[in-house]
């Protein structure tokens, strides 16, 4: 068979190493296998399909280091788990039988269990036999974290089935978005992640669901998939018919041959690999630092990380052996040299570059200079670019705008708390700033149908956010400050209580802001309530931190990791948990958990700050020097002009409205099924949707018509601080260091002149 496309040259900086114990582990996972009935008899596997897949020599070099016991065991769960999905794939996919699958789904959480002593079923098929005697063999040497976060992962990567069996029964490709954040669990490679922990060394609790820990799963798993992705397509696509599958998204998104989607995949997968190295040096470091990790924690962070590197270059060097795969053609990766100077991380340092096994038709010269060229890309943006009015597509806005008729009198409102919080007096916004943001006109649209109280506190909410989101960059960011930045980071949460403990005295406008709103917002509350609000706002404060590191090293971030924290920067969370509180307990709360409810939301939200972007890209990249904006990382990514990446983006947005659509019309109901949702739960949910419609024209129509982003308003209006009103530096609570002292001087000095 003819291959649709030839394999691009893959960035591979990691050495491909074999475990020694490959012959034990092939032999035990053959008898474990026959034991558990997946073989002669399962009408999925023979012996001939187990030994072509080679599952031992997968596992021997994405594990090179363990023993051969725990070799064996790993072994085991890759057999199982592709067991599964070719199990899944006769019975379920090529019937589609959804019913029968979900029931399938269903019962397989069953027989992982946290606490050994709890029963399981007794098992009907070979996969539930299987899982019920992998988790009794791990588990015991595991804590109650890792149970939790591998289950978790585990059922992702069962459940999000039914997401591919929907879609090849409606015949519906998956925008980029949707698909890759859709394949981390469907794909396994989080799964995949939880095993690398018991192979090397689990990673502490206090920092295994912090931001860079989670970039590094993410990371490594976007390009496990991707690289899958590029060497299963013609298996999946042209002979099993599957429709998840990251070229055929590419294609079908950019309406590109399969050779362009191709080297387009392979594009994405380098800047993952570039984003998990950028983390690893940056970020994983400080986060030692700031949680205070002692130094065998600190070398469990450090072995996992090595064990995560050892799968990219293990899992690629069997993707070009098994012949489950299209890999005529393929070569090895650049041979580089590894991650290198990670500070304090023992383990990671001075990795050689592979010279050996999958490396022997590499052209060093040529992919040394790609890749470099590549990640330089990224940090060579010249900033405050005269780019001159944003343009502005035809949206798609199948959704009207109704504003409230509260509208006015908020307005009024409005202006009096903000100077009686002190935003108007710290040199950042003043009564002309306030008036032009209009936030009340923003609230007005987004909740149409409220009352004048929750129109006032939606409003207020909206201030403070918009308000926030100025100061960080102005304050911090120009005195290139993020010491302060993390003290008021800090200070903030401290500013929202959840047990009744003392909020510290307010020493600036955000704290004043911030304390009244949080005891305004979270009377009433339960503890759950309050906890899940305080996390939203504190994800969104840590996200501006996040563009300050960047701003710093005039980094222009990789379009996966800026899509997913620009939902952070934008306040989502917060948006979305404020919407739920109102609901009620009628809707459980593992539905808002669920998959549909989750790309229900996720679409709403890139939308939305999509429609950000296109509108303030003057104002971030002509007067700011800004480089977190969509339509500049598109430009980025792919070297294209503002035009170019301006349709891109478009697109991406038009995209998500119809997945949104999709989800609401067709997804749901299936959702109300699954649950056995009550008629007053249903209700609820469909009351959501009204809110997330009014929410994304809300934003739209405030974007439209408040005087924030226009071309005359940008001149006419001063960008940097208030004149005559600097912030004082020493208001964030915590002394500045010199440097910072000099930097707020000279820009006091600018401001004024």
Known sequence: MTQPFELPHFYMPYQARLNPHLDEARAHSTRWAREMGMLEGSGVWEQSDLDAHDYGLLCAYTHPDCDGLALSLVTDWYVWVFFFDDHFLETF??????????????????????????????????????????????????????????????????????????????????????????????????????????????????????????????????????????????????????????????????????????????????SRLHQFEHTALTEVPALAVDKGLTPPEVAAVAAYARGLQDWQSGGHEWHLRSSRYMNKGATGGTPLTGLTGLTGLTGLAGLAGPTGIGTASADVGALLAAAGAERLRAYTHVPFQKVGPSQLPDFSMPFELRLNPGLDEARRRLTPWAHAMGILAEGVWDEDKLAAYDPSLCAAGIDPDGDQDALDLSAQWLTWGTYADDYYPLVFGRRRDIAGARACTARLSACMPIDGSPVPPPVNALERGLTALWARTAAGMTTGQARTLKASVDVMTESWVWELANQLQNRIPDPVDYLEMRRATFGADLTMSLSRMGHGPAVPPEVYRSGPVRSLENAAVDYAMLTNDVFSYQKEIEYEGEIHNGILVVQNFFGCDYPTALGIVHDLMTQRMRQFEHVAAHEFPVLYDDFKLSPEARATMDGYVAELQNWMAGILGWHRDCRRYGADDLARRAHGFVPGQVPNPFTSGVTPSPFSLTRSWIVAGDAAG
């Open 93 to 270: 996919k090529r019937t589609m039988d959804r019913e029968g699958g979900k029931a399938y789904l269903d019962r397989l959480p069953l027989f992982m269990p946290m606490d050994l002593a709890t029963p399981v079923p007794e098992p009907r098929n070979p996969v539930e036999a299987g899982l019920a005697d992998l988790w009794a063999r791990t588990v015991p040497a595991m804590s109650a974290d890792w149970r939790r976060r591998f289950a978790e992962s585990t059922e992702h990567l069962l459940n999000e089935s039914m997401w591919e069996l929907s879609n090849i029964d409606e015949g519906r490709v998956a925008n980029p978005v949707e698909y890759i954040e859709m394949r981390r669990k469907v794909g396994g490679a989080p799964w995949s992640a939880g095993l690398v922990e018991y192979a090397t060394s689990e990673v502490p609790a206090a920092v295994s669901r912090s931001r860079p820990l989670r970039v590094l799963k993410e990371t490594f798993s976007d390009a496990v998939h991707l690289r899958n992705d590029l060497f299963s397509y013609q298996r999946e696509v042209e002979v099993e018919g599957e429709l998840s599958n990251g070229v055929l998204v590419l294609e079908t998104f950019f309406g590109c041959t399969t050779q362009q989607a191709a080297d387009t995949v392979n594009d994405i997968l380098t």
